[in-house]
């Protein structure tokens, strides 16, 4: 398996723009986790899904952020709009559950620099 | 609710010397307790867990963590680093019935030839 995979890997753009992060979790996997990680703040949990549904978003920071799973193979989660203070690697993680639902397969990040 | 705390946030050895990274929990409830590794550019990945059964789990590259319930620990050690082991290792918990980890701060270490 390629393992999670993210999109883009680096995003450099300004203030007041919007942007929109992609993951493509592990196949068969049924839950989904995003992840913001910052010097300041460490690994913040944002949202998780178990089978396509939203569990948790209390992470999220405020409204300019959502995040959707229209399906079991794909994730987006959007900022709009962006602001500096959004500047953070972005992580998507997925694994399956029950007692495996802690070891989580995470994507190499999304690197993202609002100007 | 659970919590975890990383003692230490940065820890410097030289290589072939001992370590110990040091993490405590605390939860209302039983927890599954995990060591990830974050190398520098990458995501993270799981280094070893404690479910249940032996309180002493060990990794394949020679780390070993002892779930210490008495305690809350589940302190991470390494007999002899290597410099390839320089990283940021987290420690996390999850309770039973839950979905979603709970992350430390992180601990970066860094071994020194």
């Known amino acids: 398996d390629a393992g999670v995979i993210q999109s883009p890997r680096h995003e450099v753009t300004e203030m007041g723009q919007e942007v929109t992060l992609r993951c493509k979790p592990i196949s068969g996997h049924d839950y989904l986790f995003w992840y913001r990680q910052t010097m300041m703040r460490g690994l913040e949990l944002l949202i998780y899904f178990n089978n396509n549904v939203p569990i948790d978003d209390s992470g999220m920071p405020e409204d300019r952020f959502s995040a959707k799973m229209p399906n079991a193979s794909f994730s987006t989660l959007k900022i709009q709009p962006s602001e500096p203070r959004d500047s953070a690697v972005y992580f998507c993680?997925?694994?399956?559950?029950?007692?495996?639902?802690?070891?989580?397969?995470f994507g190499e990040g999304s690197r993202l620099t609002v100007l | 609710a659970q919590s975890v705390t990383q003692l230490d946030s940065q820890v410097p050895v030289f290589e072939e010397a001992p370590v110990e990274l040091r993490c405590n929990y605390s939860s209302s409830v039983s927890v599954y307790l995990f060591w990830y590794v974050q190398y520098p550019n990458q995501g993270l990945q799981l280094l070893l867990k404690y479910l249940s059964g032996s309180t002493l789990v060990e990794s394949i590259n020679g780390f070993e963590a002892e779930f210490n319930k008495s305690q809350t620990s589940f302190h991470l050690r390494k007999p002899s680093v290597h410099i390839s082991d320089t990283a940021e290792y987290f420690c996390a918990a999850l309770g039973t019935g839950y979905g979603k980890l709970t992350f430390g701060q992180g601990t970066i270490l860094t071994v020194h030839p």
């Open positions: 993680a997925s694994s399956f559950g029950g007692r495996d639902v802690g070891e989580l397969f």
